[in-house]
C-alpha cells in the first residue's frame, strides 16, 4: 500500500511540474514573424513529379503529397518509394492494398503542433530514409507536410527559415491563406534547439515534457510491482 501511494503522489507531482513547465514554454514561444517574400519557383525547391496528387520530390530520398489514391500507387512504385509517413487520419491503406509499402502513421492537426510532433516525425523520416525513399503526406499536402516540409529544411539541411517559408508558401502546394497555422509554428520554432534535441535523441526540446510521461511511468510501475 505504501508503495502503491509513494507512487500515485509522485506521478501527480511529475504530472504539475509538466504543466508547469509546458506553460513556461509556450509563454516563451512567440517570436516575431519572419519576412517571407513572393518569389520566382528556385531550383533548390521541392522539383514537381505528378500534379494529380501534389507529389513533389524534395531530395533523392524524400517525397512529399496530397492523400494518394490507388491509380497514384503505380508511380510511387516506380519511384521505390519504400515508406509512407501519413500526418492524416485517413486509412491509407485503401489506396496501398497489398503493396509492400511500409506505412508509418502520426496523425497530426496544424493548429496543434508542439516540437515533441516535429521531433518524433523528423526521427522517423530519417530513419526511413535510411531503408530507401519515403512518401510524406497529409491530407491535401499543404498545411501538415508544409509544415513539417519547412522543419525539415530547416533543422536537417540547414535552410533558413525565410528560405523554408518561401518554398512552403509559394512552391505549389495550395493557397498560402490555408497555410497559417503552419507558418505560425515555423515562425516561433527554436531550430537551434529542435538540432540539439533530434542529434541528442530528446523527444522535446523541454526537459520537462509529456513525450517523456509514458517511459517515467512504466520505469516507476515497473519498480513498483518489484
Not at 513529379?49 to 512504385?77: C, G, H, I, W
Not at 518509394?81 to 511500409?102: C, F, M, P, Y
Request: with cysteine; glycine share 6%; charged share 25%.
Amino acid at each position: 500500500m505504501r508503495t502503491s501511494y509513494r507512487l500515485v503522489v509522485a506521478v501527480a507531482g511529475f504530472i504539475a511540474l509538466v504543466g508547469v513547465g509546458l506553460l513556461v514554454h509556450f509563454r516563451h514561444a512567440q517570436a516575431a514573424p519572419v519576412e517571407v517574400f513572393s518569389a520566382a519557383q528556385s531550383e533548390t525547391w521541392a522539383r514537381p513529379v505528378d500534379s494529380s496528387f501534389k507529389l513533389f520530390e524534395m531530395s533523392p530520398t524524400l517525397y512529399r503529397s496530397a492523400l494518394p489514391k490507388p491509380q497514384n500507387l503505380k508511380v510511387l512504385e516506380q519511384l521505390q518509394v519504400r515508406t509512407v509517413v501519413s500526418l492524416s487520419k485517413e486509412d491509407d491503406r485503401e489506396w496501398l492494398g497489398n503493396s509492400g509499402i511500409t506505412l508509418i502513421s502520426i496523425p497530426l492537426h496544424a493548429d496543434r503542433v508542439n516540437d515533441a510532433d516535429v521531433l518524433r516525425v523528423l526521427n522517423t523520416l530519417q530513419l526511413a530514409e535510411t531503408r530507401g525513399p519515403v512518401l510524406m503526406h497529409c491530407k491535401h499536402g499543404s498545411d501538415r507536410t508544409g509544415l513539417m516540409g519547412a522543419m525539415f529544411r530547416t533543422v536537417i539541411q540547414g535552410w533558413s527559415k525565410q528560405e523554408a517559408l518561401s518554398e512552403m508558401l509559394n512552391g505549389g502546394y495550395g493557397q498560402a491563406d490555408d497555410m497559417d497555422d503552419a507558418r505560425r509554428y515555423v515562425e516561433r520554432a527554436d531550430v537551434d534547439k529542435l538540432r540539439e534535441a533530434l542529434t541528442n535523441g530528446r523527444c522535446d526540446t523541454s526537459l520537462v515534457s509529456t513525450c517523456y510521461v509514458k517511459g517515467w511511468f512504466n520505469a516507476a510501475t515497473s519498480t513498483a510491482v518489484r
